[in-house]
Structures are given as structure tokens and as C-alpha cells.
């Protein structure tokens, strides 16, 4: 009786959250996909093409309909390839770099440290900073060839300004995003090594268990859970990275898919290619979900 | 003997994270002190650090030029609404899918976290129609839905997993004792849920507040927060660079500062049921 | 399906509108945040104070964004802004489709600039007032060219601009011989390169808009500004824009900046270490006819729809007005005034006193948007080509010089790439059939 009514009443708790995410997905993926399939430049909108004029939409002399051209185009620019290699790239080395980072750092965090708060204050600070500041920042105060605090010390160095933007661009946006997103890691291992069992740490000790082995067999697989968490919902943002290209002018080595599309769209107006480029991106990134959760989804169970 | 030994270390590791934490928090720390020099300082080469002309005139300046508080007061309406209502739909969702799961639970989770996979610029236009013909454009309403679209996903999957955490004895104890699933929830998963409510409100805030595109591309003036008052100071001509400091300073401040207040809080709940 | 939703919510946004047509007018100024415009808002008062009817609101943002918000709002019809900040790429287009109000209430249209009005007017009607109008000539330090001896000509040649800058390079105490654009856009880098191209007698497309890159001119373009950048450029110039240029000439590390001609003001101004020390020239030619200097006007324009037109009229007048220009000179001084768009302001005594105003006059004469380069093309524009496809496509080839800027690619590389990028999207386009 009960839990037939708690399963009723279940599916009632749900239900808005489903329907209101599933409006909001399928509604503009629904004209994103309309969209894709027909001639649709932003400044130059051919009005005959409307779903109220059914007679003029089919009428060839319109060109409304562009078939498949739009994805035809999309796919078989030479920039394609090179967007996807990138998001790619941004994605797996920010997530390198925050899961290693992140892992370090909070093994230093959890030993007996002074001043321990204020060392964790000031290491999650960048997660606050809103990527278009971050992206200000970073290249306008820390990279600049010639006014750049970094270009600043890496020539009292005797080393020479480095000129990140021109010959380091995705280093240099890799370096941005993982700074906004290694804190994040560090948080949530953090919190993860802190439940670790404090008798089982000074249990090791005793024995005189090797540091190394000891975080190979006891801490490491303590924290595979939390791993997991990170990469899952890193990806989900690693994915869209978009101030950080556009504001520092890297789009046109260091673009990804995202920013392709912005360059389609609000560049070239063309709306219905960046629909097209759009749904590629869409379905591309679920592929890299897909797997990802193959990949690691057993980490999650339980 | 081995108390010495310890207390070495103990220096050791703290000078490290010392060092480390301050070259990760440098960047802002550089924006803070270059909002309050001029600009002829803040571009000299070698920088100056301490030892500067402190002024106050860049906050001056950019406070004449664009009203913050505007600003500031949308961004906080902004990030409190969107959580708020998003809130409101996903705690019913995530104590339904945590405490009588179905088969499917999972899945449905995972396509929830998988509507944020969409490139927004790729979506633009569709919405932009959408908000002209229903009159949501530069309005706090469309954009506290949008924001709340956009982070619904994660806060369902957080609350889920704090949820799913809390021992099932106890529900049952309170059935035993006649308790209605409504009492269920207020009087007992409730209480218990209250840190991991709390951080998952205090990520969404962040999440919310720091959400750069669809808040430029969907306002204009009666709506915009920060982002907005941001895009008005990267590269303008001449020299900008303590302008864009105090711009900068006054776009994280707020923040920053909850989230320094709170980071116990979003220590303790950021777990994302990650630790047993 | 945009009708279906307009259908059903036109009669609550009608009445939503007229209640507040009721009220004071509030006008929605979308504009740029460059510091003329920044001035504008701080002399407001002049305006609201004669119009105690209408209330100003101001939407400031950086260049691009703006472009990217406005694009999107008149396009589809938005009616968020009714003064619109824009350029002379802009109102060609938007105007022939119809999007701009003409304008009616221009101060002396007759007073300005031959170049200006012809670039914004549209069948012969004026659909945007010219704000402020710039050129792009040479900045130079006066000091430094002395230094090595030679003489910097009024009309230099690129010749002379290589050896001077090759002279005055000194890399150890950083100092460049010459700074120019190579960050990728089609505002940034392509701006100054289509401008150069037209001085090396290249052209974007020929009649049949087939794409040139593949030309011999071309090829000397790019082959000459890689090497000069090469020889006596900046490090990191294919990161530098307009400001990065502009604070690195201000901080005396550029011997020469070829760049817009509003740059004046700045290099001469208070924040410039070199501001006694700068010499003015017009951009360089090669001896073919024409010389590698732009046209641009940002102007105001009034998006067609807007329930506000006969405020925004006003506002549009009074901002561009000969009035409002002796408003700044009043507070600011005649140096700061907005310029480039009025004959009257130059031959205004007063203002003839300013040093770089009779080179900027003689720059913007010296461009024509309808005959840009040597020989004809399809187009309209000096660096650009007022096509909607083109802010993508110049984009997109904008970055690929800059990469051969940074040295990845070599300039014949970096051309066919171009050539290919161009045909691909003018064939999607339907240009070529």
C-alpha cells in the first residue's frame, strides 16, 4: 500500500523537473534542427521561408530548403577537424591537470599545515572568478609579451618574454581554464581525503607502510569515487569553454567546437549552418558522454 | 628526537602550500592591488607591488561610467531566484528518485546532466525568438528561468546523491510510527538534507552568478548583471588596465567573499555522494 | 512559426506598449565603449535638459559584443534598442533591407563629409548621422626618425616606411621600428591588411566575386608585411590590436603605428609617454594610384519599428550636430571634439590649431568606398566588403595570416588557404554559381 502510493506520489515529484528540463531541451533543439536544414542567414532572413506559408516554403524559386548542404559544409570544413581536435585537448588536459593537481594539492591540504584555512582560501579563490574576468586577467595582466607580469619575471630570468597568445595559444587557454577548474578538484578530494580513516592512516604509519604504496593500495582507491564526480562534471563544462577563446582572441588556432559554431552563427550570420554545427556538437559530445560513462560509470553505482 | 623531525615537516609542507597557494591566488591578488593604482603604474615595467601612488579614483571612474549597483542588484536577484525555483522543482524530484527508484532513475539523470551539452551560442537564435514573441527579453523573469534551466541538472544530481545517502532505517522508523510521506519530508529528510541543500545552493549561486553568455545575449539594460558591466570595460582605447582591475574587483568582490564566509559550508556538502 | 507566436502575443505586448508610450520616452542608446562616445554620456544633460520629455538609457560594450547583440536584436526583429551604435559596414546592408529609419532631423546634412555621407546613405536617403569618422594614417616618433637620420615624407611609400623602420629598430632596448595589426578579425587585422592590399593593387573579389588571394598582388601584400613585422615588428604582433598598439606606441616602444586616425588624440594625449614627440603622415602608397588608408564612421542609426522614432530623431540630431561639437570644445577642448565627420570643423580656425587635423582630413578624403582598390570590383567598401558573409569569412582569414604572422605557416601557405576558405564559403553563399 505504501509504497505503491510513495511510487505514485514519486512520479508526481518528478514530473516537473522532467517536463520543464525536457521543454527546455527539445523546444530549441527542435528549431535547431529546422533550422539546419534550410538557407537561413541572419541578415539576410528570406521571409517566405515560415512554417505559415506552406505554399512558398516548397516553392524551389524560394531556396528555402538547403537539405543537407548545411551539415555537407560544416563537416567538410577544414576547420572542423581541427575544433574538434581542440575540444578534445582543452577537455582532457584541463582535466589531467585538475584531477593531478587537485590530488596533490589536497594531500598537501590534509597534512597538519599552519595556517591551513587561509592556504585553502586562497587556493579555491580562482573557482569564484567568472571566466570572462578570469580571461581579462590572464591576458591583459599575467601573459602580456611586454607589460605581463609573467613576460616580467621570465626576463629578469634572462629567459626572454614569452609570447603565449602568439605561439602557445591552446597552452595558454588550457593554462586559463584549469586555473578556474582545478580548485574545484581540489575541493571535492579534499573533502573525500579528510573522511578517509584517521586509524587506518596512523595504523599504516606504525607498520611502517611506505608512503608511496600506502596511497597506491589505500588513499588512491579511497578517491576513485570523487575522480569520477570531477571528470563527470568537468566534462560537462570543459565541453562549452567559450570566454576563454573568445575574449583572448585565440579562436583561430585554440578554437573548439563551441566556438566554430559562435563563429558560423553570430560571425557569418549564417544561421542555418551554425544549427547544423550545433546539432554535430551536440551529438559528438553525447558520443564522449556515452563512453565516459562506460568508461567510468561503475565508480558511480552503489 | 622524532618531535623535531615532525615539526620539520610540518614547516616544510607548510612552506610548500604556502608558496603554491599564493602563486594560485596571485592573479587576483594582482587585479586588486592594480584597481588601486594609476594607470601609468599599473603598466610600468619593472610592476610596482607595495610601493605605489594608492588611489581610489579607478573605482571613481567606473562607478560615474556604468551604475554597479544596478549591476551588482541583478546579479544577485539573478542567482538567488534562478536557485531558488530551481530548488523548489528539484528537491520533490531528487527525494522521489533517491528514496523509490525506478529502473530507470539513472538514465534519467544522466539525460538530465546531457541538456547541458548543447553549445548555447548553437541555441541562440531559437531562444532569442522565443523570448521576443513571449516579451521575455531584458527581463529578470526570462532570465531566472534560463538560469535556473541551465543549472537544474546539476542541482537534481547534487540533492540526489545527499538524499541517497541518508540511512533508510530511519524513514522506515518513521513509518512505523505513522508518519505521512509529507511529514516524511519535512520533519525528517528535510533536517537531514539541510548541509547538502546548503552547498548545493551555495555552487548554484556561483554557477548562476558567473553564467556570462546567455546573460549578455538575453538582456540589455533592465536586466543585466555583472557580465554585462564587465563587457563594457574589456579594451576600450588608451590605457585600461587599472579600470579593468577595479571593474574586475567589483565583479568578483561579492563573490568571493560568500564564498570564503561559506567554504566550510561548500567543503563539507561538496561531495556529490562521493565519500562513503 | 514566428508569426504563430507573434499572433497570439501581439495583442498583450500592444497593450504593454501603449501604456508605456503614455509616460516619459526612454530612448535605449546602444553604443560603443570608445571615448568618444564615453564623453557623450557624461554631456547628456545638454540634450535631456532641452527635452525634458525624453530619458536617456545607455547600453555600453565592448566593440564586438555590441556588433553581436545589435546583429542579432535587428535581425530578428528584437526592438530592444532605439538608437543604434554602428559602423559604415553595417548601413549599407541594413539599410537596402530595409532595418534603419532614414534620417530626418540632421544637422546641415549638406556640412558633412562628402566621403562619410556616401558611405551611410542608402538611394541617395542618409540612414545613419556619422558620430565620429576616422581614416588610418602614420604615427610616428619624431625623435627616433631624427635619430637615424632620414626623413619622414607627408606621403611616404612603404619603401620608405621599411627602411625607416628597419633604421630605428633597436630589439635589445625594445624598441620596434614599426606596430601594426595582426591580431585576428575582420575589424583587426584584416582591416589594415585589406587597406594595405588596396595600395599593392589587390582586390577580395573580381566582378564574378571569385576570390583574388591567388593573385600576384596578394602575394606581395602578405610577403611584404610578414617580412616588415619580421624585420622590425613587435613580439607577439599577431596577438596586438588596436590597443595593444596604442599602449605600447604610448609607452615609447614603437617607433612607428600605422592605425586609425582617432589614435591621434590618445598618442598626443595625457596618458602617452611620448605625447610632444609624435609626427603625423598619410598612409603609405606604391606609387599606384591609391593609398593604404580605411574609412569608418561610427554612427547613429534608428532601427525601422522603433515606437520612439521622433525622440530618437532628436537625439540622433543632437548628438551629431556642429552644436554638440562645440559643446566638447567648450568643456574638453577643441582636440577632443568628435572628428572626421564635418567640412565645417575643418575649417574652423580653432580647431585647424590641432596637430594631426589637417592629416586626418586629407586621409578621409583620400579613401573612396566605391572604388577601393585599382582595378573594379563588385563591392562597396575600402576594408571591407559590405556583404554579410564577409565579417565570418575575413574572420576566419584573418586568422589564418595572423598564424602566418607567428611564423606557423608561410605566406603562400597561408594564401591558397585563404583562397580555398574564400571559395568554399561564396560558393555556399551562392555568390558563385
Not at chain 2, 548583471?225 to 577595479?246: D, H, N, R, V
Not at chain 3, 565592448?62 to 526592438?79: Q, W
Not at chain 3, 608585411?225 to 614603437?254: D, I, V
Request: aromatic share 12%; glycine share 8%.
Amino acid at each position: 500500500m505504501a509504497t505503491q502510493q510513495s511510487r505514485a506520489l514519486g512520479r508526481i515529484a518528478v514530473a516537473p523537473s522532467v517536463i520543464a528540463l525536457f521543454l527546455w531541451m527539445i523546444v530549441p533543439l527542435a528549431m535547431t534542427i529546422w533550422f539546419s536544414f534550410l538557407r537561413y542567414n541572419l541578415l539576410d532572413p528570406n521571409y517566405a521561408c515560415s512554417l505559415l506559408t506552406p505554399g512558398q516554403l516548397f516553392d524551389e524559386a524560394n531556396r528555402c530548403f538547403a537539405g543537407t548542404s548545411n551539415y555537407y559544409y560544416f563537416l567538410t570544413d577544414p576547420a572542423f577537424f581541427k575544433a574538434m581536435t581542440n575540444s578534445l585537448l582543452i577537455v582532457g588536459s584541463v582535466l589531467l591537470i585538475s584531477i593531478v593537481g587537485g590530488t596533490l594539492f589536497a594531500l598537501l591540504l590534509d597534512q597538519a599545515i599552519v595556517g591551513r584555512n587561509i592556504v585553502r582560501l586562497m587556493v579555491i579563490a580562482p573557482f569564484f572568478v567568472m571566466p570572462t574576468v578570469a580571461a581579462l586577467v590572464w591576458q591583459n595582466m599575467l601573459m602580456d609579451p611586454i607589460i605581463g607580469f609573467i613576460s616580467w619575471i621570465t626576463k629578469s630570468l634572462g629567459m626572454g618574454a614569452i609570447d603565449w597568445f602568439t605561439h602557445y595559444p591552446k597552452t595558454a587557454v588550457v593554462i586559463i581554464v584549469a586555473w578556474q577548474w582545478f580548485p574545484f578538484a581540489t575541493l571535492i578530494l579534499l573533502t573525500a581525503l579528510q573522511s578517509f580513516d584517521e586509524e587506518q592512516k596512523e595504523a599504516a604509519q606504525m607498520d611502517g607502510t611506505p608512503p608511496l604504496s600506502f596511497f597506491w593500495y589505500m588513499i588512491l582507491p579511497h578517491l576513485a569515487r570523487p575522480i569520477t564526480v570531477v571528470v563527470l562534471i568537468e566534462t560537462i563544462f570543459l565541453l562549452n569553454v567559450f570566454a576563454e577563446i573568445y575574449v583572448t582572441g585565440t579562436g583561430g588556432r585554440a578554437g573548439n567546437l563551441p566556438y566554430l559554431v559562435y563563429q558560423y552563427g553570430l560571425l557569418s550570420n549564417d544561421i542555418g549552418g551554425a544549427s547544423a554545427g550545433g546539432i554535430v556538437a551536440v551529438v559528438l559530445a553525447n558520443i564522449v558522454a556515452f563512453f565516459l560513462m562506460r568508461m567510468i560509470g561503475k565508480n558511480l553505482e552503489g | 628526537m622524532a618531535r623535531a623531525v615532525s615539526s620539520r615537516r610540518k614547516w616544510t609542507f607548510t612552506l610548500i602550500a604556502w608558496f603554491l597557494a599564493f602563486l594560485i591566488f596571485f592573479p587576483i591578488l594582482w587585479t586588486i592591488l592594480t584597481s588601486f593604482k594609476t594607470e601609468g603604474d599599473a603598466a610600468a615595467i619593472p610592476p610596482r607591488f607595495l610601493f605605489f601612488d594608492w588611489t581610489f579614483e579607478n573605482y571613481g571612474v567606473v562607478q560615474e561610467r556604468s551604475n554597479y549597483f544596478k549591476f551588482a542588484m541583478n546579479s544577485v536577484i539573478l542567482a538567488l531566484g534562478s536557485t531558488f525555483f530551481a530548488l523548489l522543482i528539484a528537491i520533490p524530484s531528487a527525494w522521489s528518485m533517491a528514496f523509490a527508484p525506478g529502473k530507470r532513475t539513472k538514465d534519467l539523470l544522466m539525460w538530465m546532466l546531457s541538456t547541458k551539452m548543447m553549445p548555447p551560442v548553437g541555441a541562440l537564435i531559437p531562444l532569442y525568438l522565443i523570448f521576443r514573441d513571449f516579451g521575455l527579453l531584458d527581463t529578470r523573469g526570462g532570465l531566472i528561468a534560463v538560469l535556473m534551466m541551465l543549472n537544474l541538472p546539476i542541482i537534481i544530481w547534487m540533492l540526489y546523491t545527499y538524499f541517497k545517502e541518508i540511512p533508510s532505517e530511519i524513514l522506515e522508523a518513521a513509518r512505523m510510527d505513522g508518519a505521512s510521506v509529507w511529514k516524511e519530508l519535512v520533519y525528517v529528510l528535510t533536517p537531514m538534507a539541510i548541509p547538502g541543500i546548503a552547498s548545493t545552493i551555495l555552487l548554484n549561486v556561483i554557477l548562476a552568478w558567473n553564467e556570462a553568455f546567455w546573460t549578455l545575449a538575453l538582456t540589455t539594460k533592465d536586466a543585466a548583471p555583472l557580465p554585462q558591466f564587465i563587457a563594457s570595460y574589456s579594451s576600450p582605447e588608451g590605457l585600461f588596465w587599472a579600470k579593468l582591475s577595479a571593474a574586475s574587483t567589483m565583479a568578483i568582490a561579492p563573490i568571493l567573499v560568500l564564498g570564503w564566509f561559506a567554504q566550510k559550508q561548500l567543503v563539507r556538502g561538496l561531495t556529490f555522494g562521493a565519500v562513503k | 512559426m514566428k508569426q504563430l507566436f507573434t499572433g497570439a502575443f501581439g495583442a498583450m505586448m500592444f497593450a504593454a506598449l501603449a501604456t508605456t508610450a503614455l509616460a516619459e520616452t526612454k530612448l535605449t542608446i546602444a553604443t560603443v565603449n570608445n571615448g568618444d562616445m564615453i564623453r557623450m554620456q557624461g554631456l547628456t544633460d545638454d540634450f535631456t535638459s532641452k527635452n525634458p520629455d525624453i530619458k536617456l538609457e545607455w547600453v555600453t560594450l565592448e566593440e564586438n559584443v555590441l556588433r553581436e547583440k545589435v546583429t542579432t536584436d535587428i535581425a530578428t526583429k528584437g526592438g530592444q534598442f532605439d538608437v543604434l551604435t554602428i559602423g559604415t559596414y553595417e548601413v549599407p546592408i541594413w539599410g537596402k533591407k530595409g532595418w534603419l529609419v532614414p534620417l530626418t532631423m540632421v544637422d546641415d546634412p549638406a556640412d558633412l563629409l562628402p566621403a562619410m555621407s556616401g558611405g551611410l546613405s542608402v538611394d541617395g536617403k542618409l540612414m545613419a548621422s556619422p558620430f565620429y569618422g576616422e581614416s588610418s594614417m602614420v604615427m610616428y616618433r619624431t625623435d627616433l626618425v631624427e635619430a637615424t637620420g632620414m626623413k619622414m615624407p607627408d606621403a611616404p611609400t612603404w619603401k620608405d616606411i621599411k627602411e625607416i623602420a628597419a633604421k630605428i629598430t633597436n630589439k635589445d632596448k625594445e624598441i620596434y621600428g614599426v606596430c601594426l595589426r595582426g591580431k585576428a578579425g575582420w575589424g583587426e587585422n584584416m582591416a589594415f591588411l585589406t587597406a594595405t592590399s588596396n595600395s599593392f593593387g589587390a582586390r577580395w573579389f573580381d566582378e564574378n566575386w571569385k576570390p583574388q588571394f591567388d593573385s600576384q598582388e596578394w602575394k606581395d601584400t602578405l610577403n611584404f608585411y610578414l617580412e616588415l613585422m619580421k624585420e622590425s615588428g613587435p613580439p607577439g604582433a599577431s596577438n596586438n590590436g588596436f590597443n595593444e598598439n596604442l599602449a605600447l606606441f604610448n609607452a615609447g616602444k614603437c617607433g612607428m603605428w600605422i592605425d586609425a586616425t582617432v589614435a591621434a588624440s590618445f598618442v598626443t594625449g595625457k596618458d602617452s609617454t611620448v605625447a610632444d614627440k609624435v609626427g603625423f603622415a598619410l598612409a603609405p602608397d606604391n606609387g599606384l594610384g591609391k593609398r593604404g588608408n580605411w574609412l569608418w564612421a561610427w554612427s547613429l542609426a534608428i532601427p525601422a519599428g522603433s515606437q520612439k522614432e521622433e525622440a530618437a530623431q532628436k537625439f540622433v540630431g543632437w548628438a551629431t550636430s556642429k552644436a554638440y561639437t562645440e559643446l566638447v570644445a567648450a568643456k574638453e577642448g577643441w582636440a577632443n571634439v568628435p572628428p572626421g565627420t564635418r567640412t565645417s570643423l575643418y575649417n574652423n580656425p580653432e580647431y585647424q590649431k590641432v596637430a594631426f587635423a589637417k592629416m586626418t582630413l586629407d586621409s578621409i578624403n583620400a579613401a573612396d568606398p566605391t572604388k577601393p582598390t585599382v582595378k573594379p570590383v563588385p563591392y562597396v567598401g575600402v576594408q571591407f566588403v559590405a556583404i554579410p558573409e564577409f565579417a565570418g569569412l575575413a574572420t576566419t582569414v584573418g586568422q589564418i595570416f595572423s598564424a602566418a604572422l607567428a611564423g606557423e605557416k608561410t605566406a603562400d601557405e597561408a594564401l591558397a588557404e585563404a583562397q580555398d576558405v574564400a571559395t568554399r564559403e561564396m560558393t555556399k553563399a551562392g555568390y558563385i554559381k
